[in-house]
Structures are given as structure tokens and as C-alpha cells.
């Protein structure tokens, strides 16, 4: 049987993600690039990214969603080829010192969150956030729909250079 | 003889969007009465069909303009009315929201279709403001008075308080995280 915030997840049904996809934003990788025996609380998308010389249209993140709603998920860009965390030389950049290279920084808890305050980690450890940032203090209220939206804005903005 | 069955998307006033599912030759008050969004007999609401992109093709030089996107019939099929391309539907009180965006002590005003969505709006401003293109995207919309940063696929419809048409924004700039 699902656990509560396995059942929450199941906002990937909801009108707010399926449209996002059907516009080619974010969605979910097909089967043959899972790894085995994938098991809640772990969950991996994808999230498009603006075109850039040699680099993906598209990224994947593998995300722990335990607890969902009532935190957000933590994770990191994923490689479906290796089926592991991504490479930090293939993850995207941006201009330094942008919010961009803040958000996807790498020298930050050996790059396996985002700083960026919707990931549980990351949020925890920043306590001024929530007073720097308060339209982005994630509550239940919010799904993985803002969270998507949130990092595709990023991975589509002038400040992404590419790998 | 099977029905085609088509699937849209349908925005309101105050509320999250919901997937409807209905027959293509079902009209879309039928479709609309089915979901509970309207009553049989009820012809106050408007009923906008697509996401409206308008504002992006102003002229440059056009202050205080309005979209044109109509409201439709809806008393004509989901096919009759290009449902299955246009995916989205939204239902409104509102002809179009009374929309001011403030930036560097200056407004500008349109009167956005209520099915246009944050994006499209913050896309429009950052050009009528005349930001540099390789910065822009920082620069967000924020409803006035508040720290909400709507997300940018919501419709303007359904930030509308009832009983208003008119949205007031700030434009400003994403903060960067420290620390």
C-alpha cells in the first residue's frame, strides 16, 4: 500500500503537471531509463532546458520526496546513461556569480542538492532564507509542479550557458 | 460508432486547473455543466478557448492596450471550437483583468485576456520596460503589497479576486541565495 506522501505525489496526475508536459517543459523519463527497482521515496524526471551548443535539451533529476507535501524533495541532476548522479562536468552552468551558477553550484555538499531553498537540505542549514526569500519558503501548499517550474525558469534563462 | 474522446484543461477564477474529459461532439456548456463549472441555463460567464498570447505582438510604442481575444459560444462542439488544439478553456466573470506592472517608479496597463498566463505578462513587461534580454528572465512578477511571486503558467484569470477584474504587480528582481 502507498504511504501518505507516496499518494501525495500522485499531483503528477494533476491538470498543473500534465499541461507543463504536454508543452514539453518537464515530464517523465520512459521506463528503459529507470534503474531497477526504483523505490518511493526516490523519483526521477526530467526538466527541459533552453538550446545550447553541445548540451542536452533536457536534464534529468533523481529527487527523495520523502515526507511530500509537508517538506520538499531534495536531489540532484541525474545521468540515465549511467544511471547515477550526473557528472559534475556535464551539468549545466551559468554566468558566474548569476543565480543560475548559485542555484546549480557544485561546491556545496558535493553537489547532491540544489541550493536553492526548495530542497529540504539545503533549506535546513540556511536559516535566513525564509526572511531573504519568503516567496520561495516551500508548505504543503505547494507540489512538485512549483518545483519543476521553478528550476525549468532557471534552466531557460539568459544567464544558462550550457555544459 | 465510437466517440472521440478529448481531454482539456480548464482554468477559473480562484481555483487550480482541472482535466475534463468529454466527447468531441458534445458542446462545451454541456462539457462545463457535467464538470460542475456552470449551471444548466447560465449565460453570465464567459468562456475563453486557448492561452492567450497576444500582448507579446503589441507595437512597442502602445500604452493602455487590450486584448482582443473573444470570448466563444459556447454552445458549439468541443470540435466546432478546436478544443483538441487549443487544450486550454478557461471561465471568467471578467472580460479581460485591468493589469498595472510597476518598475523603477514607472506602470505600465494592459488589459490582458483572464486566460493569459504570468509568463506571457512578465514576458510583456520586461520588454515594455526595455531590460536587457540576457538579464530579464531574473526579473519576476510579484503581486503588489504581498511576497507572492505567482508561478508562471498560472492564468491571470485565476489570480483575480472576485468581485474585481484588475491584478497590480511589481516587477522585481529574483535574489540570489547566500550564505
Not at chain 1, 507543463?20 to 517543459?25: D, F, M
Not at chain 2, 513587461?125 to 540576457?134: S, V
Not at chain 2, 508561478?151 to 491571470?156: A, G, N, Q, T, Y
Request: a negative charge; hydrophobic letters at 35%.
Amino acid at each position: 500500500m502507498d504511504k501518505p506522501d507516496q499518494r501525495l505525489f500522485d499531483d503528477l496526475s494533476s491538470a498543473e503537471f500534465r499541461s507543463g508536459a504536454e508543452k514539453g517543459l518537464w515530464g517523465l523519463p520512459s521506463p528503459d531509463l529507470l534503474p531497477e527497482a526504483l523505490q518511493w521515496p526516490k523519483r526521477i524526471l526530467w526538466i527541459a532546458a533552453a538550446p545550447r551548443p553541445n548540451a542536452s535539451e533536457r536534464f534529468y533529476i533523481a529527487l527523495d520526496a520523502e515526507g511530500y507535501r509537508s517538506v520538499s524533495p531534495t536531489g540532484t541532476f541525474w545521468d540515465p546513461a549511467s544511471k547515477s548522479s550526473l557528472d559534475h562536468a556535464k551539468r549545466p552552468k551559468g554566468r558566474p556569480e548569476s543565480r543560475f551558477a548559485k542555484v546549480f553550484r557544485t561546491d556545496w555538499n558535493g553537489g547532491t542538492a540544489f541550493y536553492h531553498p526548495y530542497d529540504r537540505v539545503a533549506a535546513k542549514g540556511h536559516d535566513a532564507w525564509p526572511r531573504e526569500q519568503p516567496h520561495l519558503i516551500w508548505t504543503s501548499n505547494h507540489t512538485i509542479v512549483d518545483y519543476l517550474e521553478e528550476f525549468h525558469s532557471l534552466l531557460t534563462c539568459g544567464d544558462y550557458l550550457g555544459v | 460508432m465510437v466517440k472521440t474522446e478529448l481531454e482539456f484543461f480548464l482554468h477559473g477564477q480562484g481555483a487550480k486547473p482541472q482535466v475534463i474529459s468529454a466527447a468531441a461532439d458534445d458542446t462545451l456548456r454541456e462539457a462545463l455543466v457535467r464538470a460542475g463549472i456552470i449551471k444548466e441555463g447560465q449565460n453570465e460567464i464567459l468562456v475563453f478557448v486557448g492561452e492567450c498570447q497576444e500582448a507579446l505582438a503589441d507595437p512597442d510604442e502602445l500604452e493602455d492596450g487590450a486584448d482582443q481575444h473573444e470570448p466563444v459560444d459556447a454552445n458549439l462542439t468541443l470540435e466546432a471550437l478546436g478544443i483538441g488544439r487549443h487544450r486550454h478553456v478557461h471561465c471568467h466573470t471578467c472580460r479581460h483583468v485591468a493589469t498595472g506592472i510597476n518598475f523603477g517608479g514607472k506602470t505600465k496597463r494592459h488589459k490582458f485576456s483572464p486566460a493569459t498566463t504570468v509568463g506571457v505578462v512578465a514576458q510583456w513587461a520586461r520588454r515594455k520596460f526595455r531590460l536587457d534580454p540576457t538579464a530579464a528572465a531574473e526579473y519576476v512578477l510579484q503581486l503588489c503589497g504581498t511576497t507572492e511571486q505567482p508561478r508562471s503558467d498560472k492564468h491571470l484569470g485565476e489570480l483575480v479576486e472576485r468581485g474585481t477584474c484588475s491584478l497590480c504587480f511589481d516587477l522585481v528582481k529574483e535574489i540570489t541565495p547566500q550564505g
